[in-house]
């Protein structure tokens, strides 16, 4: 047994018992101001009224309850009828595939059966034909097994010459490359011979101190013959004279001879690191131990440039760090992200790589400045700190700290696990070369973003930063991004702006500048011989003295002749001269020696080049010869093995095609295997047609399921839709019960009020006739004592302007409902329409001095009149709709 609830309309009389609250209050207000009093009789009349409110509220709880429960049956039944005509639908499905399966099998039988008799009836001529054609395939497969044999042959033969060639072929490269190096070596040696200093110098020394020489022995031979007459009067005092002058010579001499100046190797140069020839290298790299080292460019390294290396895979390095000289600050972590000044140091080094790379391909300089920079990392870093897809993979953002309008915009990423700043650079000196020259993988975009070119009115701003992703990182625990940013002289609106406001808006006057080589590149330094300060300390120790005693032979040989004093000093220059002069010649033979010795040795290291050189041409030629043998007997070879598989192919179908026309001989010699599967397929046929009548009535039997379920399933849609309008009009008559209730608590509240404030029972106006409620709300409102309950023709209901179809039109329906307990026509809404019939009441059977009660009771009869239409639309509305 189902049991489906309807609700009617009840709104009908909660908007009855609104009017009749409101047309009490107005009573009141009325009495009040000609100085009625409220009587004890209308606070029992107010109290009964909010306890049949309540109790209207309860039956319309129950209601809601109710109907609620039917729309959740009818949602069950709906979803059981959804799984039931699906299951039919399947089942239906499978029938169908089986019933097609089983007449397939019907007509294969068949075929089967008309075979065997087609086989039976021409077993002679087929038999015949069959030991025909097998002989014939049996000539063909002895052709092919010869061919076969002799491919073998020739592959065999052609795989030993190409195993021989492919030795040879390594021999010679080995060769090749062992010349490679032994002429690389002779040449090193080679440059590494320094010449002797040249022997022009020395030369044109002596050449000056003999001319010196000659000049000073012709003055003194001259100052000599007329010194004569005059020396003995001197003799006492030049003694003294001479010894100083003596000693002032040697001095002079080791003055001369220590060299004021010396030159030395440079302690201080540092040379800067290079990529090595090899990706990996590392044993025969220049390890980098500080930043003097690191490379300040970007070169292409040797196997790259001469092919060896292939500018496709994955990224190597090519400069190394040396440990333990490293010095450098370890990397610094603060809430997840580098520190700022390592950050900014690194991005430095990045944009002086960059730049210099752009400056040897003929393109101006990106600027880094601190406004963008700073702006556009911590956007990015930010982004990429939101959501680990992006680590290891590129980043977009749309910040743009600038006026100006960003026309396009290329990220390239590094990867590494540097923990000193020494090492981070090494890395990115590394990833930029690997970018520059080895980005065949990418497609050459790293090196194309590296080589941007700045457009006429545009400026291209670089923003490389350092983003760490700890243990996230597949690569390793920073990712080195890079940002290259082209915005043009426009404003966001697309207006032109002038260079220098694009400048400004760009943050130029903070550009971040790249790194400065602050490194000593000379090779020798220059500085003082403290020796030499020794000997000019003493000479002029020795000339003061000498001068001293100058002075003295001056004053004590008033008449020495001038000639005297002329006569030595042209003697002491002849002899300094003269020592200059021997000096100079030891210098120039010293020199001579050292070019001798020095010439020889380079012409024996060119006769070793020479050699060297012959020696790997000769090797090249072999291996050139070589290379084409080994190319030659691999295509040989490869040719070979071709034409042998071809053959084994051909000779294994030819095979098969035996086996089956002599199985066919076989088959065709034997009439009792035709007339079994004759009778086999006779029997089948059988079989089939029974499984066959038993599909095709599974697959009727499916479809006069899934019809049936199809019905079952828009019934239960039908009454799922009826339920849901029925939950939807008990919860409008449980929104009313409550406002009701609401009211006439209201009421209740202010009757005690009243009495409260000591008001007298009296009624003035006591002899009046009792007035009836007003009516205004319904002008059609029936007077003849009867109310309009809903008409037993519930099939077709009107609510709120939605029809509702009732289920079964012949279902036997039972009314609940109660008699109001005064006269009342129950009024309608402008918006709800319930045919009704008229039913009588008690009230028609008062007589005309019960209708006319006092005016103390006016409120109690209107309120219970209003209550009682109210209980009655509330529980008249609900029936109970009953079917198997």
Do not use: C
Not at 169 to 191: C, R
Not at 303 to 321: C, H, I, Q
Not at 783 to 804: A, C, F, K, Y
């Amino acid at each position: 047994m189902k049991k489906n609830v309807s609700i009617a309309v009840a709104a009908t009389a909660v908007a009855t018992l609104a009017g009749a609250e409101n047309a009490h209050a107005d009573q009141v207000t009325d009495a009040q101001s000609n100085n009625v009093v409220v009587t004890p009789s209308n606070e029992v009349a107010n109290q009964e009224t909010l306890n049949q409110a309540k109790e209207a509220q309860k039956q319309a709880e129950q209601n809601k309850a109710d109907a609620d429960l039917q729309v959740k049956s009818a949602e069950q039944d709906v979803k059981s009828s959804q799984d039931a005509t699906k299951q039919a639908q399947d089942q239906l499905s499978k029938n169908n595939v089986d019933a097609k399966q089983k007449q397939a099998e019907l007509d294969a039988a068949k075929q089967a059966e008309q075979n065997a008799k087609d086989a039976i009836n021409n077993q002679a001529d087929n038999l015949a034909q069959a030991q025909k054609d097998a002989a014939k395939q049996d000539d063909v497969v002895a052709q092919k097994q010869t061919q076969t044999d002799a491919a073998q042959k020739q592959a065999d033969e052609t795989k030993t010459a190409n195993k021989q060639a492919q030795t040879e072929k390594q021999a010679n490269d080995a060769k090749a490359d062992a010349a490679q190096k032994k002429q690389n070596q002779a040449q090193t040696e080679l440059d590494n011979v320094k010449k002797a200093p040249s022997i022009d110098a020395a030369q044109k020394q002596v050449t000056q101190n003999q001319k010196q020489v000659d000049d000073a022995t012709k003055i003194a031979q001259q100052k000599d013959a007329a010194n004569k007459s005059a020396q003995q009067d001197l003799a006492d005092k030049k003694a003294k004279q001479t010894d100083l002058l003596a000693k002032q010579k040697d001095a002079k001499a080791k003055l001369d001879k220590t060299p004021k100046q010396l030159v030395e190797k440079n302690p201080n140069k540092v040379t800067r690191a290079t990529p090595t020839d090899k990706a990996g290298d590392a044993k025969n790299a220049q390890l980098i131990g500080s930043d003097a080292e690191l490379p300040l460019t970007l070169k292409e390294p040797k196997e790259l440039a001469t092919g060896v290396e292939k500018r496709s895979g994955d990224y190597a390095n090519w400069y190394f760090v040396d440990k333990n000289r490293d010095k450098s600050a370890k990397l610094q972590v603060k809430n997840g992200r580098m520190d700022i000044n390592q950050q900014r140091e690194l991005s430095q080094y990045s944009l002086t790589l960059i730049n210099a790379y752009r400056k040897q391909n003929g393109l101006p300089p990106l600027i880094m400045t601190e406004k963008t920079w700073q702006a556009i990392m911590d956007a990015q870093l930010t982004l990429r700190d939101s959501d680990d897809k992006y680590v290891d993979q590129h980043s977009r953002t749309k910040a743009n700290p600038t006026d100006l309008f960003r026309s396009g915009t290329a990220q390239n990423i590094g990867f590494g696990n540097a923990q000193t700043m020494l090492e981070a650079k090494v890395e990115i000196a590394n990833y930029l070369t690997a970018m520059a020259y080895k980005d065949l993988d990418s497609a050459n975009g790293h090196h194309d973003a590296l080589l941007m070119p700045v457009e006429k009115g545009h400026i291209i701003v670089v923003v490389p930063m350092v983003d760490y992703v700890g243990s996230k990182g597949a690569h390793g625990q920073w990712n080195y991004v890079t940002d290259f940013i082209d915005y043009a002289d426009m404003d966001l609106t697309g207006d032109p702006v002038s260079p220098e406001e694009a400048a400004k808006s760009v943050g130029m006057d903070q550009v971040i500048p790249e790194v400065v080589d602050t490194n000593d590149d000379n090779d020798t330094i220059t500085r003082d011989n403290p020796a030499y300060a020794q000997a000019q300390a003493e000479y002029d120790q020795l000339t003061t003295e000498l001068n001293a005693a100058n002075t003295a032979v001056t004053e004590a040989q008033a008449t020495a002749t001038k000639t005297q004093t002329e006569a030595t000093q042209a003697n002491a220059d002849l002899a300094q001269a003269q020592a200059q002069l021997d000096e100079s010649k030891a210098a120039l033979q010293s020199a001579i020696d050292a070019d001798n010795l020095t010439s020889a040795q380079i012409k024996a290291l060119q006769e070793k080049l020479a050699a060297a050189t012959a020696e790997k041409q000769q090797a090249q030629a072999d291996k050139a010869a070589s290379d084409a043998r080994a190319a030659k007997t691999e295509a040989n070879d490869v040719a070979a093995q071709n034409e042998l598989a071809q053959s084994r192919s051909e000779l294994a179908e030819a095979k098969a095609k035996q086996s089956a026309l002599h199985a066919r001989v076989a088959e065709l010699s034997s009439t009792k295997e035709l007339n079994d599967r004759l009778v086999q397929a006779q029997a089948a046929i059988a079989e089939a047609e029974k499984a066959q009548i038993h599909a095709t009535a599974a697959v009727e039997q499916a479809q006069a399921n899934l019809t049936q379920a199809q019905s079952a399933l828009k019934a239960a849609q039908t009454k799922l839709a009826e339920a849901k309008h029925n939950q939807a009009a008990a919860k409008d008559a449980l929104d009313a019960a409550k406002q009701a209730v609401k009211d006439a608590q209201a009421k209740v509240d202010q009757d005690r009020l009243n009495k409260d404030g000591g008001l007298e029972i009296i009624s003035p106006d006591e002899d009046k006739a009792n007035p009836q409620v007003p009516n205004e709300s319904r002008p059609d409102a029936k007077q003849d004592g009867q109310v309009e309950l809903p008409s037993e023709d519930t099939d077709n209901i009107s609510t709120n302007g939605t029809h509702v179809e009732s289920e079964t039109p012949n279902t036997t329906e039972k009314h609940v409902g109660v008699q109001t307990p005064t006269d009342v026509t129950t009024p309608k809404t402008s918006d709800k329409d319930i045919t009704s019939k008229k039913v009588p009441t008690p009230s028609t059977q008062m007589t005309k001095s019960e209708k006319q009660l006092p005016n103390t009771g006016s409120s109690q009869t209107g309120l219970l009149t209003i209550l009682g239409s109210l209980l009655f639309a509330s529980v008249s509305g609900l029936w109970f709709r009953k079917r198997q």
